[in-house]
């Protein structure tokens, strides 16, 4: 499995969510990693990104309530996301942004905002 995303779940307006995504090492290393989304009916949209240094970026519609991260040591990148919103209700994956070391999106991780 080359990528791994996990953490989602139900919850409700205001909580939190820590999302988890394992990425094979010859697709992390080196590569700038992003979190996208996909809401029901919507096209996929970057959430957020981050770069092997960890200079990052946030759509304007989560900057200041998500947040980004890697551990360079683990293959893994996170997305600590707090007050959540119903809007931030889709499935949520993880992929390099460079098209040409992705091989799919996997099933992602769905994550529910709701009362």
């Known amino acids: 499995v080359q990528l791994q995303a996990s953490g989602g779940g139900l919850v409700q307006p205001g909580g939190s969510l820590r999302l988890s995504c394992s990425v094979a090492?010859?697709?992390?290393?080196?590569?700038?990693m992003g979190w996208y989304r996909q809401a029901s009916g919507e096209q996929r949209e970057l959430v957020a990104s981050?770069?092997?240094?960890?200079?990052?970026f946030y759509a304007d519609s989560v900057k200041g309530r998500f947040t980004i991260s890697r551990d360079n040591t683990k293959n893994t990148v996170y997305l600590q996301m707090n007050a959540l919103k119903p809007e931030d209700t889709a499935v949520y994956y993880c992929?390099?942004?460079?098209?040409?070391?992705?091989?799919?999106w996997g099933q992602g991780t769905q994550v529910t905002v709701s009362s």
């Open positions: 992929n390099p942004l460079n098209p040409s070391l992705r091989s799919g």
């Open positions: 090492e010859r697709i992390f290393v080196g590569s700038v």
């Open positions: 981050i770069t092997s240094a960890g200079s990052t």
